[in-house]
């Protein structure tokens, strides 16, 4: 605390914030690590031991490289340090290989990683205006901002304890989104092609930032009424986007065109046989869509309405990650969610169109094609919700009704991902760390916006409220029912639906 006082007092507040969540992340290293630590490990030796042609065909184990290039590159470079720690861990058969020496390079690996993440808090804080400048330090936004982005809980938990290397991955998307900003688009082009080429989930913001880039940099000039002008096309600025897609796309697919491979590698990026939702649901519409279903069929059984000869055995309620039929709802297929996706983004894609309001609305489309997706996409985990969450801390230093906003979708948000760590000795870590996020995002934001009307009114507390409950219930009463593994966590996300749906 000491440290910090003395940092802040030099104005090396942000370096001190920095530091402090770094040195937490060391902490976290001994904690539990989910299956995604032995896939990232394969990965590594997969990129290590074999060519490049051989990269999207390995199956010896069962989680399958199923990114796009510019990850596996990355997992390639960082398979030649690793070799310096153990190299039996680059071996493709030694399936679930773990040691203490793999342990702490791939924790290393993800802590090193998030210097870009850090670097993107800090452009991002440059675009926060000084408007509701406190005479405290810990009342500036851009002081708050950094805290709810260098120490999100969710990215806390995800990256340091379930184990992704999700920090630098964000750390590009805030970067394109601080360049849009700085009016500096084809940088922000650039980092968001490059992002794509890391992870294709980011594809759900890509119609924000194609509409945003088209309407706000192609054309140069709207009407007195706010309009666009049409006759302000620059062909120029649209071909000069065109080449920074099309050259980052090419290195990055270029090598499997050239093998021939690339409808290899997209069968890779878009297994769809791997069913409507993730084992744990996430609280999306397809979670009451399931639950319905599962209600109807223990009613028409029941009744004997249904024949139980004819129930599909994979079901969405048996949590296995497959193709499945529904029981008495219609099955859902990839198209219908890609369709209700769209119709989903409409209407955030027309304001932006239509009613530009500059990076602020572009950052508002973003969040809600981010949620859209969330709600209506096909195989959607419970992690993608923090591509809604953190870009939406921009927002909430901004204006009270986006604190508000904010707060809410941070919360149940963050509670959904509660299921990730399930094991006895992560629980008070990951309700003390929740608890501690929580409380300082309430009270700061609060305190920012105190001269305007309160944050949350009398349902939105009682339903926060009504968490601590909830979490009581699927940890301790549970356990002792018939239902018992997979199913609480599955009701606590269905129950979370209305506040989602409510954003």
């Known amino acids: ?22 040195l937490l992340k060391c902490l976290l290293i001994p904690t539990y690590h989910s299956t995604d630590f032995e896939v990232h490990r394969n990965w ?20 399958t490289l199923d990114y796009p290039p510019f990850f596996a590159w990355f997992e390639y470079i960082l398979s ?103 009016k500096r688009h084809m940088e922000g082009a650039f980092f968001f092609a490059v992002l794509l080429h890391f992870k294709h989930i980011y594809l759900y913001v890509a119609p924000a930032y194609g509409v945003y880039l088209l309407r706000s940099y192609c ?26 897609v099309f050259l980052v796309s090419a290195l990055s697919l270029g090598p499997f065109l050239a093998l021939n491979q690339l409808p290899q590698v997209f069968s890779r990026l878009f297994p769809f046989k791997r069913g409507l939702c993730h084992a744990y649901w996430a609280p999306n ?21 249904l024949d139980p000869n004819n129930i599909p055995k994979a079901s969405m309620t048996s949590g296995l990650v497959q193709q499945f039929q529904h029981t008495v709802l219609p099955s859902v297929t990839p198209l219908t969610t890609l369709i209700c996706t769209l119709i989903a983004i409409l209407p955030s894609i027309f304001c932006l169109w239509f009613k530009p309001q500059g990076p602020r609305g572009f950052l508002r489309c973003l969040t809600l094609c981010a949620l859209s997706s969330f709600m209506f996409g096909w195989h959607v985990h419970e992690k993608a919700i923090l591509l809604a969450i953190l870009p939406m801390s921009l927002l909430s230093v901004q204006k009270a009704g986006d604190a508000s906003i904010f707060l ?20 008070p870590i990951k309700i003390l760390l929740m608890l501690l996020f929580t409380i300082y995002s309430i009270s700061s934001l609060k305190t920012l916006f105190r001269k305007e009307k309160p944050l949350f009114n009398w349902m ?13 219930c699927c940890e301790f009463v549970f ?25």
């Open 219 to 244: 054309f140069t000039a709207n009407k007195p009424d706010g309009s666009i002008r049409w006759n302000s096309f620059s062909f120029v600025r649209v071909i000069s986007l065109g080449l920074v």
């Open 285 to 305: 519409f397809w979670a009451l869509y399931n639950a319905l279903d599962k209600v109807l069929s223990v009613i028409g059984l029941k009744l004997k309405f």
């Open 479 to 503: 356990p002792f029912t018939s239902w018992k593994e997979g199913n609480g966590s599955r009701l606590k996300n269905t129950l979370l639906l209305p506040t989602q749906t409510r954003i």
């Open 80 to 182: 030649h340090v690793a070799k310096y720690f153990d190299q039996e861990m680059l071996n493709v058969r030694n399936l679930n290989y773990s040691s203490s020496r793999t342990l702490l390079f791939q924790r290393f690996s993800v802590i090193f990683m998030d210097v870009l993440f850090v670097y993107a808090v800090h452009e991002c804080c440059k675009c926060i205006d000084g408007k509701k400048v406190g005479k405290e330090l810990t009342e500036k936004p851009k002081f708050i901002l950094s805290v709810l982005l260098l120490w999100n809980f969710g990215l806390l938990i995800v990256d340091h304890i379930h184990f992704q290397y999700n920090g630098f991955l964000f750390g590009l998307m805030l970067l394109s989104i601080a360049r849009l900003f700085q």
């Open 1 to 22: 605390m000491a440290a910090f006082t003395i940092a802040a007092g030099t104005g090396n507040w942000f370096s001190a914030l920095a530091l402090g969540v770094t």
């Open 408 to 427: 809410i979708l941070t919360t149940t948000g963050h509670y959904s991902l509660f299921p990730l760590l399930f094991t006895a000795p992560e629980l």
């Open 460 to 472: 939105e507390t009682f339903y926060l409220l009504g968490l601590g409950p909830l979490e009581v």
């Open 44 to 63: 590594l030796a997969i990129t290590h031991s074999l060519p490049i042609s051989q990269w999207y065909y390995e199956a010896t184990s069962e989680w």
